[in-house]
């Protein structure tokens, strides 16, 4: 018999790879998502789309209250960085105050298990690489801050009612689809991988690099690249996990690449030169950023599928050749 998930932020980047996980599964899903950020055609036909706002308790108490539900997948927030240094309190109120009321909302409809797509950047600059689970919570941003608000809510939440939770920890979600039905979409664009695609395609003007004098071996700045598919099987493991009681798990390829090696990477895959110009570092930006996953290759046999940065490179490639305009051209 099928089991029955709620997806919150179902229709955005790395919802929507988890919903069609579940999808290709067999099993029943509901999407909530305000559609601000998300788009209805990420939502593979078989799921359900909602489109609310889960800060309204109204509309989540409605649906909640459609139960019963097998897990809560919690997508749903803001997520740049330098907007929340800009924005701290909106960002305090979407992110935290909300997702603790879904938690409550949750209890009260005897919701038994919770999903948190987390961040790594609660850590901040952590002086330990890779990071690992007990490396100390510094958050270096209000954005890291209202998920680590989530994650103790999350910890009381299970304490006292019981609610058991997977808090999931990692930094660059990338890739599209291996099979072409959805992708990366963002307006504006904020992340590497396609920025630097689109500067391949001669789609935007030169990539700009922020700095060449960091402490790394060609000077740019080094972060973790992890395929979105491989982000979803990882939530779905984790809730099988959730049978022995709540988890906490980073997630990375365990290896970092730099700025210049993801454009060398692009190169080769798309067989075109990256046009690109070195500027000013930009402030906060962290030298190195690694996540650890050896708990959850331990814990729940995860293992990265695409881990290579070529395989990374060649689906979102694909992905941004067949939707130049991303879901507009459906």
């Known amino acids: 018999m099928a089991r029955r998930y709620l997806v919150t932020g179902g229709a955005g980047y790395v919802g929507s790879h988890l919903v069609a996980d579940l999808l290709d599964r067999g099993e029943n899903v509901v999407v909530i998502d305000d559609l601000r950020t998300g788009h209805r055609e990420a939502v593979l036909p078989g799921a359900r789309l909602i489109e609310a706002d889960i800060a309204d308790p109204a509309a989540i108490g409605k649906v909640l209250a459609d139960g019963p539900w097998d897990a809560v997948f919690h997508f749903a927030a803001m997520s740049i960085v330098g907007d929340s240094m800009r924005e701290p309190f909106r960002y305090l109120i979407e992110n935290a105050m909300t997702g603790i009321r879904l938690i409550e909302a949750c209890v009260r409809h005897q919701v038994p298990r919770f999903v948190l797509s987390s961040t790594a950047a609660l850590f901040g600059t952590p002086k330990q690489m890779p990071i690992a689970e007990d490396c100390p919570i510094d958050p270096g941003s209000p954005y890291g801050e209202s998920k680590a608000m989530i994650e103790r809510a999350l910890f009381w939440a299970d304490r006292i009612h019981g609610l058991r939770s997977a808090c999931l920890r990692y930094f660059n979600a990338a890739g599209a689809d291996p099979a072409g039905r959805i992708g990366e979409d963002h307006n504006p664009e904020t992340h590497l991988i396609p920025l630097v695609i689109d500067a391949a395609l001669g789609r935007r003007p030169e990539l700009l690099v922020f700095g060449n004098d960091y402490p790394a071996p060609d000077g740019t700045c080094i972060r973790d690249y992890v395929h979105v598919t491989d982000l979803a099987d990882a939530h779905l493991r984790a809730l099988e996990r959730l049978e022995t009681g709540s988890v906490t798990y980073n997630l990375g390829n365990g290896q970092g690449h730099s700025v210049l090696q993801v454009i060398q990477a692009v190169e080769r ?31 729940a046999g995860w293992q990265p599928r695409f881990g290579e940065i070529d395989s990374i490179v060649r689906t979102a490639l694909a992905w941004r050749e067949a939707h130049p305009n991303g879901y507009g051209d459906r």
């Not at 990256?274 to 290759?297: C, F, M, N």
């Open 269 to 299: 895959v798309a067989g075109r030169p990256v046009p690109y110009r070195v500027v000013e570092r930009r402030p906060g930006d962290p030298a190195v950023l690694i996540a650890s996953s050896e708990r959850v290759q331990h814990e």
